[in-house]
């Protein structure tokens, strides 16, 4: 039974991944115009659509990179009528000159380009808006000036093509709308078949596969996980590591060479919220499937454990409830998209003011999502850790927790658990944590101020820098992808801000502890090889020492398969908590045992 649900999966997984070369793109002044309601008479005047307009394309990549071509005709046309030239440069410094002494000011743009069409009228404001720093300053002649205004054009024609054409920056922004509605062919024919036959029959043979598994006795057998080239970095380890690699890549910065899959799941998306899919959506349904089929899988291993069997289902229960279908079912009913399960630090854009404007503009339920937004991690944490340390979130309810402990379990063995390694934890979760305040704090200090620059770093820049480096890489391509290389939990250990911030309370104000009875302790060192967040468990328990680690998340694994029932999970008196005295081992140990019966 176990070799047909592998068998099914792998057909089922391979069809998924094939299911991207059987679409066929095809422009038309239809897919352009729901692509850019406002922009498609500018792609229409394009040579480069005229050629491919009805032309059918089975390469992607080949039609991506026809697509590239007549986004950049479209903006050398919009700079060829609106954007800044050399002869315009010469002309701005020919008037700065204009009564024999240097300057640049209103006076001499509006001398340049004195509006007498609509479209001088837009060059004279785009200069203005983005020289007037050059007004009254002092300028040396007419070289320096030519200088500083060249050194702008850049920017100046930049900020003409965000209004009027295609900024280059953001070409992947266009190309995805575009590609998404030039998709057709079998998957788009019979979108509902290729998903059963794809994500359904991939997600029904694992099961098959798992199921077998309740014949044999509950808890761990410690059966050849290092052995196994899927559990131990070995070539099947590589490939699966790989895949999800590319496909994060794909996800967050080339989403258009994906658009057959996207197109695939937009059924479901329309009868879940009555909208277009996304590769956003796509993700969270690809998400919500994993950790299902894999909770599953846990709920089979883990069936001797009651508190394996809660934080299991509790984990499954919120990622499809609260993370998948009510922010679906809140757009059906026209209310802003949100995750109630979800808060700052880790929901970083939270305090953006698009997302402000949007919760402040939703009427009475937005307004409940802000307070409850912000209710949840200045309240919550503090009172929820106190009493279950940040195992109520990081186990019990956390989507990248979640996803980690299920779809991520069979690599927990692989967490650095050397003291090197914790000095690079500590530095860099708390790092990203620090950054993760100060960008919110200048996001906010922007939305109330209107001020875009403090103390020279400007927000919207960080905020970029932020989203690009640690909600991109490290979260998705380096904490998810990189699971069969690093183990399942990369990205809480090592980058999450959340559970840095619920790691600081849990260390210094919280019930929690995991004690430890050293007299029974072993050695086995189960505790230590199954601890995804790289505690060297056995060293505390030979000790006979309480754990209190920023770091635990309170899975309760070393637990679970701890063959003597050393450690447990417990809720205690705050004092003594932490400064509890070891045993000391060895013939130091000793003495000090002797010394203290004296």
């Keep these: 039974m176990k070799k047909l649900g592998l068998i099914v999966f792998v057909a089922a997984f391979l069809f998924f991944v094939l299911s991207l070369s059987m679409g066929k793109y095809s422009i038309s002044q239809d897919s352009v115009t729901r692509s850019f309601p406002k922009r498609s008479e500018l792609i229409f005047s394009t040579d480069t659509y005229k050629t491919l307009k009805g032309k059918e394309f089975g390469n992607q990549f080949v039609f991506v990179s026809e697509l590239k071509k007549m986004l950049n005709e479209s903006n050398a046309q919009v700079l060829a009528d609106k954007g800044i030239t050399e002869e315009d440069i010469s002309n701005l410094v020919y008037h700065a000159n204009f009564d024999g002494n240097l300057r640049f000011s209103q006076e001499v743009i509006d001398l340049a380009f004195p509006e ?37 054009q850049e920017d100046i024609n930049n900020s003409i093509l965000a209004s009027n054409g295609f900024e280059t920056s953001k070409f992947g922004e266009y190309l995805f709308p575009l590609t998404k509605n030039a998709t057709s062919g079998l998957v788009s024919s019979y979108p509902w078949w290729f998903f059963f036959f794809s994500l359904i029959l991939s997600s029904l043979g694992v099961l098959v596969y798992v199921l077998p598994d309740l014949k044999k006795y509950p808890g761990i057998k410690n059966d050849g996980i290092y052995k196994n080239s899927a559990t131990n970095r070995g070539w099947i380890g590589v490939i699966v590591g790989s895949f999800l690699i590319t496909f994060y890549i794909l996800l967050y910065w080339f989403p258009y060479y994906i658009t057959t899959w996207i197109v695939m799941v937009e059924p479901l998306k329309k009868a879940l919220s009555g909208g277009e899919a996304s590769q956003w959506f796509l993700y969270g349904l690809m998400y919500t499937l994993a950790m299902l089929v894999m909770g599953v899988r846990m709920l089979i291993k883990y069936r ?38 979800n808060m700052w630090p880790l929901d970083y854009d939270f305090f953006f003011e698009w997302n402000l404007e949007k919760l402040q503009n939703s009427g009475g339920l937005g307004l409940f ?38 779809l991520g379990d069979p690599y927990r063995q692989l967490s650095n658990k050397t003291l090197k390694a914790w000095k690079i934890e ?28 403090v103390l020279g770093f400007n927000s919207f820049n960080v905020r970029k820098t932020y989203g690009f480096l640690i909600g991109s890489v490290f979260s998705g391509v380096v904490g998810t992808g990189f699971y069969p290389l690093l183990g399942n939990r990369s990205w809480c250990r090592f980058g999450c801000p959340l559970a840095a911030y619920l790691g600081l309370v849990q260390r210094f104000k919280s019930r929690f502890r995991i004690t430890t009875n050293g007299g029974q302790c072993i050695s086995c060192g189960n505790c230590s090889t199954y601890c995804e967040m790289g505690i060297d468990v056995r060293a505390y328990a030979q000790k006979g020492q309480n754990i209190v680690r920023s770091s635990c998340v309170g899975c309760g694994v070393c637990s679970a398969v701890c063959p003597r029932g050393v450690l447990k999970l417990e809720n205690g008196p705050t004092e003594n908590r932490v400064e509890d005295l070891p045993i000391i081992l060895g013939n130091d140990g000793i003495a000090k045992l002797n010394e203290n019966m004296r």
């Design 116 to 152: 007498p069409t609509p479209l001088d009228s837009a060059k004279n404001k785009m200069i203005a808006n983005n020289l007037n720093w050059l007004f009254g300053r002092e300028i040396k002649d007419n070289e320096e000036l030519s200088t500083l205004l060249i050194e702008k």
């Design 369 to 406: 999502m802000l307070v409850w937004g912000i209710a949840l991690f200045a309240i919550g944490v503090p009172i929820f850790v106190y009493f279950f340390g940040k195992r109520w979130y990081c186990s019990w309810v956390c989507g990248c927790g979640g996803l980690a402990e299920t």
């Design 304 to 341: 001797h454990n009651k508190y394996q069997i809660f934080r299991t289902i509790s984990v499954m229960f919120f990622q499809l409830g609260f993370a998948f279908l009510i922010p679906e079912i809140l757009v059906k009913l026209n209310q802003p998209e949100f995750n109630f399960a």
């Design 426 to 453: 500590r530095w860099l979760i708390h790092s990203v944590l620090v950054f993760a305040v100060v960008m919110t704090g200048l996001v906010l200090y922007t939305y109330f101020s209107g001020q875009s620059q």
